[in-house]
């Protein structure tokens, strides 16, 4: 199975930057689209950013052009690059994957780091 542990977040001002970083463990990781969600508090979860094993990549509407996801294969990391952040990105983010190594299609899920924005 694949071990997702998310690290890089922390409070920051609004504008500023942070970059969140997924390490992978497991045979598998080529074989995975990669995603980060968020979950602000008392809202739903929502997917942020994907990226699948090829690099193609989508992003909710609301950080485009701000967040960049992108994907170390030769790592088994997946980063999330967030600038010019606002009090709205507050959140704790989650990586996830969805793997396909063979006959079924498997998730996993990192604990989540928290984000907070905040003057």
């Known amino acids: 199975q694949v071990q997702l542990v998310e690290s890089g977040g922390g409070l920051v001002q609004p504008g500023g930057s942070l970059s969140l970083s997924c390490a992978a463990s497991g045979s598998f990781f080529s074989t995975c689209d990669m995603a980060w969600y968020r979950h602000p508090p008392g809202k739903q979860r929502e997917l942020v950013a994907g990226i699948t094993t090829n690099g193609s990549t989508n992003y909710v509407g609301s950080v485009k052009g701000r967040f960049t996801i992108s994907r170390d294969n030769a790592k088994n990391t997946v980063f999330l690059q967030m600038n010019t952040l606002e009090p709205e990105d507050t959140a704790v983010y989650l990586c996830?994957?969805?793997?396909?190594?063979?006959?079924?299609?498997?998730?996993?899920w990192g604990r989540g780091t928290q984000v907070t924005v905040s003057s």
């Open positions: 996830n994957a969805k793997c396909r190594p063979g006959l079924g299609t498997y998730g996993y």
